[in-house]
């Protein structure tokens, strides 16, 4: 049995008295692509943020790639992990945003290239190359100079996308990507998306786009009020939702 | 460029559907213009023609060796004293904007005393500090370990006296400046900057206070402007600035209004100095916050110019 990439179980998160999540359990396994739906407010983005620690979860146990997010097991204690132990993790894990939080007094070259300098000290030459090749990838080659202020916002996104693979995550995480995007700049980044899928990343992805779920998903989950309702194949949760929260979102976005 | 008198056209000039409209006329400027004039000639003419006033004594202190060695005290003592603040100010502002009470209080309380004192008072609290510290050291407290020590009065020299005095003082005006400046960075910078594994110190020094330049920079100008006359304060505990210098000359050749005019015109010209460093640093700094450069000042003369000079040629 191969070890899964992330595991939840029973991840529990408040914001002071406001209980966001309420017993999150589910795998993902390696190379699996899992799109999270849900109405607004069900904490789609707050369970995303917990995966890289962004916020540090209450109760149950999240790990990624068989560790720990932000503890160290010893015995039968947990041991907080140094800030510098966590950012090491985070460098692991990609996160793309809804509104793209591109680095703005930085080029899209700079933006790819500044975390694998500062973080992972790649050689300035062998970073640029290498972003060069990611902008490519994504089909920007000729946005190398532009400033972030200078480009559309599928431009920036693909940057954003650009910027986070840079690090050669194993787990990209993906919160409404397109959410902010004209509907005729969406196509763009989810065909980025899509070829990144097909090289079998493993990816968390938070949309509302049903074609694109349908399409690339291997799995579907539907969360509500904090809890995850229904699990399955993109056929099985779309086409024959079993719970009635799930036909009631599915009503609406369809 | 095109000549001189040349009317530049348009590409696409002399297409049929081009407009051809007669420009408005705008005679009420040209009465305000004229005004202006008028009344500046009649000024410049009366402090010109005034005997009284003795421009020839202006002229013979302007470069005074006195004078200049007090316009090198005034700049040194600025940009000393506002390289303390900034640097105070940063430590001050990241402090206030830590979650750990511990942490933010203390630079609270700091920026609280520090505004809340006159700094003349402050200047002249440090010129006297050795009436009641006359010893001074640095070393490890309570264990008895002293790296130097001396007498607070040759440690604590005026110059010292006046730096500490603007430069602490200048701290805690700075800390709420770049407490601003760091707020007005947006959040999803720092989660993007934290996902992607930086660090802390990283975040702010590479992702946040580079944005929040934008910011920090026109007040600080605005604060180094401020200083350089501040600093003539300095002349109460008898540093020889530039205020002090020319009260030693007037104080014996009894011509304040000439030489106050050397001291202003000085402090104008050190001013405008910076008044174009100040532009070229929030043009750095503005980059990629718009699409187009802005202008700099000449492109910007250029095109007024020449704006001028295509109405005069209609
Ligand atoms: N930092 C925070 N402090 C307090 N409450 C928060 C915080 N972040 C999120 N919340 C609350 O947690 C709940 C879930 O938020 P979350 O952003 O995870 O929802 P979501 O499913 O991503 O919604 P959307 O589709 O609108 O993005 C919301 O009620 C929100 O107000
Ligand atoms: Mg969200």
């Known amino acids: 049995m191969t070890e899964p990439m992330v595991r939840a179980e029973g991840v529990h998160k408040r914001f002071g008295r406001l209980e966001v999540l309420k017993g999150i359990t589910l795998t993902v396994l390696p190379g699996e692509v899992m799109v999270l739906l849900g109405p607004s407010g069900s904490g789609k983005s707050t369970f995303l943020r917990c995966i890289n620690h962004l916020e540090k979860i209450n109760s149950g146990r999240l790990s990624v790639d068989g560790e720990l997010v932000g503890y160290r097991e010893a015995g039968d204690k947990l041991y907080e992990l140094r800030e510098s132990e966590i950012a090491r993790k985070r460098a692991e894990i990609g996160m793309v945003f809804q509104h793209f939080n591109l680095f703005p007094h930085m080029t899209a070259l700079e933006n790819v290239m500044s975390a ?7 050689p300035r030459e062998r970073a640029n190359a290498q ?13 190398l100079a532009a400033y972030p202020a200078q480009l559309s916002g599928g431009q920036q996104q693909r940057v954003a996308i650009a910027r986070a693979l840079a690090m050669e995550p194993k787990l990209m995480l993906f919160d409404e990507p397109t959410s902010a995007l004209d509907p005729e700049l969406v196509g763009d980044v989810l065909q980025a998306m899509k070829q990144l899928a097909g090289e079998g990343m ?12 349908a399409e690339v998903a291997d799995t579907v989950v539907f969360m509500d009020d904090g809890m995850v309702v229904e699990t399955g194949s993109p056929d099985r949760v779309l086409g024959d939702p079993r719970h009635e929260r799930t036909r009631a979102f599915l009503s609406k976005v369809l | ?14 297409r049929p559907d081009d407009i051809r409209a007669v420009p408005v006329r705008h005679r009420g400027r040209w009465v305000a213009v004229a005004l202006i004039l008028l009344f500046g000639a009649s000024l410049i003419h009366s402090v010109a023609t005034n005997k009284l006033l003795e421009w020839h004594v202006v002229g013979h202190f302007l470069f005074d060796p006195r004078i200049i060695d007090g316009v090198v005290l005034t700049l040194e003592l600025t940009v000393t004293a506002m390289a303390i603040g900034v640097i105070l100010g940063v430590a001050l502002a990241v402090m206030r904007l830590s979650p750990n009470p511990l942490v933010s209080g203390p630079s609270w309380l700091y920026i609280w005393f520090f505004r809340a004192t006159p700094v003349l008072v402050q200047l002249l609290f440090w010129y006297n500090i050795a009436a009641i510290y006359p010893r001074i050291s640095l070393g490890i407290p309570f264990v008895g370990v002293e790296f130097v020590h001396g007498s607070a009065n040759t440690v604590i020299t005026t110059y010292v006296a006046a730096l500490l005095g603007l430069g602490l003082n200048e701290g805690a005006y700075m800390a709420e400046i770049v407490r601003a400046g760091i707020i007005s960075v947006g959040e999803g910078q720092t989660d993007a900057a934290q996902s992607l594994g930086m660090s802390r110190l990283q975040i702010m020094r590479r992702i946040v206070l580079p944005q929040a330049m ?14 350089l006359k501040t600093s003539s304060l300095a002349s109460v505990i008898t540093l020889t600035e ?34 174009v460093g100040q532009y070229y640093l929030e043009r750095h700094y503005g980059r990629g916050s718009a699409r187009e450069m802005p202008a700099t000042p000449f492109q910007r003369i250029r095109r007024g110019l020449f704006s001028l000079r295509r109405e005069a040629t209609r």
């Not at chain 1, 972003?131 to 080659?141: F, K, M, S, T």
């Not at chain 2, 934008?214 to 200083?227: D, K, L």
């Not at chain 2, 009260?247 to 005019?261: A, D």
């Open chain 1, 202 to 213: 493993t990816m968390i992805v938070v949309t509302h786009e049903m074609g694109f779920a």
């Open chain 2, 214 to 227: 934008r910011v920090i920079i026109p007040p600080t100008g605005n604060e180094t402007i401020s200083m």
């Open chain 1, 116 to 122: 694998p300098i500062r973080v992972n000290k790649v």
């Open chain 1, 131 to 143: 972003a060069r090749a990611l902008l490519e990838r994504v089909g920007l080659p000729d946005k």
């Open chain 2, 1 to 14: 460029m095109s000549g001189p008198g040349r009317i530049e056209t348009p590409p696409t000039a002399g």
């Open chain 2, 242 to 275: 530039l205020l002090l210098a020319t009260e030693n000359i007037y104080s014996v050749n009894f011509k304040p209004i000439q030489l106050l005019i050397v001291a202003s015109i000085w402090y104008a010209a050190m001013t405008s100095v910076l008044y």
